[in-house]
């Protein structure tokens, strides 16, 4: 029952140095819609990176947290300049009126608001964002001040090893020991001047439970020539459920206690891969609004689902090479927000996280293929069974953020 993303990029550096963001931060006037347009830049982005990710991985399952990627990439774009900056701010989707100094202040607030906020009693959600620098290398003052809770030096030079289990400590610590040893043991060697680690955690409980007793094994079909056996968790209770159109998907809403955050089953028709494919490729951000948004009627529903743990790691460079996002790999990478120093880049990216769905809480998938599209019109329950492949989001409703997201494909993989 919980959910966990980490990131982390590795890098080597060098030096030199002047004023913070821009020659005069104290100039940009203060945007109350900054923290309104982080999250609406990090929507287009999640939208944007999951189907560059479907695309790299288009048969097996996919699980990973864009609320983790953007913060931790949000990172990378505070501390950098020129040509990176630009190339990062393209993916990211931020507009050409937000300014650094502003979307600083949104992060931060952001920050401050989970802390302060923890519904502990009926979910826990922590992301952490951290970027590790070498000692010798020489992190611009200003920045070192803003973002102090962001910036932590370690000395890789001497002691790599040791630095690394620092950071894999770290780790392990924000996800409660369900991400341990991220950083491998080459991972980081004496020239190594920056990593960028990033690690979410979420548990859940949901706000309807599955009654254990009646998790039965049944046919997963995984294509049309394959099927396998796997244990489907059942309940029949009042849920949101809708089917779009637009979308091309029956969607059933399962909430967590303290309703905030929801888990949303898209199961497209009962026609496999491509069906699921064509959601992703339908996700816009107005449609993904119209379902988490509209005041569609509960109604009694049969849920079957299945209950399932994966736990996944995603090649980030070549999606973000793909999504524009690549200068920050190249020996041209730009990096003098953060230091005056020459030659910092990153060596890679590596975003793991891992998914455990059962009759208490957190994170389930669905499909159903029971009845068409548009043909239910029921008077008697309607019926859910995700026992064929399907998308599935966690979603922050008072922020509109997308804290997970995946594809339930395969029950071997
Ligand atoms: C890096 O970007 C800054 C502006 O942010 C620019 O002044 C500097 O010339 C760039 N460095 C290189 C090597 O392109
Ligand atoms: C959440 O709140 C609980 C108790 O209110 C506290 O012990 C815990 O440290 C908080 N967690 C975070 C991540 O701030």
């Given at each position: 029952m919980l959910k966990l993303g980490v990131i982390l990029f590795l890098g080597i550096s060098t030096t030199v140095n002047s004023q913070c963001f821009y020659k005069d931060d104290a100039s940009k006037k203060l945007n109350p819609e900054a923290r309104t347009n982080l999250y609406r830049n990090q929507l287009e982005f999640t939208l944007d990176l999951f189907n560059t990710i479907n695309h790299a991985v288009p048969d097996d399952n996919i699980f990973f947290s864009p609320f983790s990627v953007y913060h931790a990439l949000l990172l990378a774009?505070?501390?950098?300049?020129?040509?990176?900056e630009s190339a990062l701010k393209k993916s990211l989707r931020i507009s050409d009126i937000q300014d650094k100094v502003n979307l600083l202040m949104a992060y931060k607030v952001d920050k401050r608001a989970r802390a302060v906020n923890n519904n502990s009693d009926s979910y826990e959600f922590t992301n952490a964002n951290k970027m590790f620098v070498d000692t010798d290398l020489h992190v611009r003052?200003?920045?070192?001040?803003?973002?102090?809770?962001?910036?932590?030096?370690?000395?890789?030079?001497q002691n790599p090893q040791v630095a690394r289990q620092q950071i894999n400590n770290w780790v392990a610590q924000i996800t409660k020991n369900n991400i341990q040893d991220l950083i491998p043991v080459d991972g980081i060697t004496d020239t190594t001047k920056l990593v960028?680690?990033?690690?979410a955690y979420f548990k859940?409980?949901?706000a309807s439970k599955f009654p254990v007793e009646r998790t039965k094994k049944q046919v997963f079909f995984v294509s049309e020539t394959r099927q396998t056996l796997v244990p489907f968790m059942r309940q029949k209770g009042t849920f949101h459920y809708m089917v779009s159109d637009e979308l091309g998907a029956q969607i059933l809403e399962l909430p967590y206690k303290g309703n905030d955050i929801s888990m949303y089953i898209l199961l497209p028709p009962y026609s496999m891969k491509e069906g699921v494919s064509n959601i992703i490729k339908n996700l816009t951000p107005e449609r993904l609004a119209a379902v988490v948004?509209?005041?569609?009627?509960?109604?009694?529903?049969?849920?079957e689902i299945p209950k399932f743990t994966i736990?996944?790691?995603?090649?980030?460079?070549?999606?973000?090479?793909?999504?524009?996002?690549?200068?920050?790999?190249?020996?041209?990478?730009?990096?003098?927000?953060?230091?005056?120093?020459?030659?910092?880049?990153?060596?890679?990216?590596?975003?793991k996280a891992k998914i455990q769905i059962d009759e208490e809480g957190t994170v389930a998938a669905a499909a159903t293929a029971i009845f068409g599209f548009r043909s239910s019109r029921p008077a008697e329950p309607s019926v859910f069974i995700a026992n064929f492949p399907f998308v599935y989001v966690i979603y922050e409703r008072p922020t509109n953020s997308v804290l997970f997201m995946g594809v339930y494909r395969d029950p071997k993989k």
């Open positions: 774009y505070f501390a950098a300049g020129g040509e990176t003052d200003c920045l070192r001040n803003m973002m102090a809770g962001e910036l932590e030096a370690l000395n890789f030079h960028l680690a990033n690690a859940g409980v949901w948004e509209e005041g569609y009627m509960g109604r009694e529903v049969v849920v736990e996944r790691s995603l090649p980030l460079r070549p999606i973000l090479e793909t999504m524009g996002a690549g200068n920050l790999f190249d020996a041209t990478s730009n990096f003098s927000t953060l230091s005056e120093d020459s030659g910092i880049l990153f060596d890679d990216a590596v975003h």
